[in-house]
């Protein structure tokens, strides 16, 4: 019986976890609320009105270049950008970042 119900709780378990797997417009929105974070904290407010205004149309592009490999418990999330890359792992409807060259690129650079 015990076996019975780790079986089903188990099966249950994993699931849930492809019912919460994210989808490429969760990334897409990800994307967006990222470029806007990083842009709100930048010093210069032209650039925070600019990641305002174009964040929305930077994530789309950044997305379309992104390559998503479905685990079906989980997605990876790789988006190359010039030499660097954005990479992500998806789990139960949220996003951890494994790598982020972009923006650690361009908070370092920033005066």
């Known amino acids: 019986m015990k ?3 780790s079986t089903l709780i188990l099966i249950a378990f994993l699931g849930f976890l492809a019912y919460t797997n994210p989808k490429m417009d ?3 929105r990800f994307i967006n609320q990222r470029i806007l974070e990083k842009t709100q904290k930048a010093k210069d407010p032209l650039q925070g009105m600019i990641g305002s205004v174009l964040g929305g ?3 789309r592009l950044m997305v379309q270049q992104t390559e998503r490999k479905d685990y079906i418990i989980f997605s990876t999330y790789d988006t190359p950008i010039g030499n660097q890359h954005i990479r992500a792992i998806g789990i139960l409807n949220h996003f951890y970042l494994t790598e982020d060259q972009v923006f650690e690129n361009q ?3 920033s005066p």
């Open 3 to 5: 076996l019975l119900a």
């Open 26 to 28: 969760s990334y897409d």
């Open 57 to 59: 149309f930077a994530s």
């Open 107 to 109: 908070v370092s650079q």
